[in-house]
Nanobody
C-alpha cells in the first residue's frame, strides 16, 4: 500500500517561490503517474501537472506552464513541485496523487491514492 505525504507549503509573497515535496512510502512502480492538484476555497479541485515515473515526462496545466516544474528523486521516492513567480490566484491546498497502468490525465477521479494536502498561500 502506497502512502503519500506532502510538505513544503506556507505563506509567500507574490512573485516568490516554494517547493513542495510528495514522499511516497512503499514502492512506486515504474508504471506510476504522479499528479499534482490544487483546490482553492469554494472551487473544484483542479489539475496542476503530472509526471510519468518511468520516463520522467511531465505535463502541466496552462495556468502554471512556464512557472511550475515537476521533478523526482528516485532514491528518495519523492516528487517535487517547484513553483516560481507565484500569484495570489495560486493560493490553494495542494495535493499529490498517484495512478498506475495508464497515461497521465487531468481527471482526478483516475488517481487512486492521495496525500493529505499542504496549504500554499500567496499574499502580500
Amino acid at each position: 500500500q502506497v502512502r503519500l505525504v506532502e510538505s513544503g507549503g506556507g505563506l509567500v509573497h507574490p512573485g516568490g517561490s516554494l517547493r513542495l515535496a510528495c514522499a511516497a512510502s512503499g514502492r512506486t512502480s515504474s508504471n506510476a503517474v504522479m499528479g499534482w492538484f490544487r483546490q482553492a476555497p469554494g472551487k473544484e479541485r483542479e489539475f496542476v501537472g503530472a509526471l510519468n515515473w518511468s520516463s520522467g515526462t511531465t505535463n502541466y496545466a496552462d495556468s502554471v506552464k512556464g512557472r511550475f516544474t515537476i521533478s523526482k528523486d528516485n532514491a528518495k521516492n519523492t516528487v517535487y513541485l517547484q513553483m516560481n513567480s507565484l500569484k495570489p490566484e495560486d493560493t490553494a491546498v495542494y495535493y499529490c496523487a498517484v495512478r498506475w497502468g495508464g497515461a497521465w490525465t487531468q481527471s482526478s477521479e483516475l488517481y487512486r491514492v492521495w496525500g493529505q494536502g499542504t496549504q500554499v498561500t500567496v499574499s502580500s
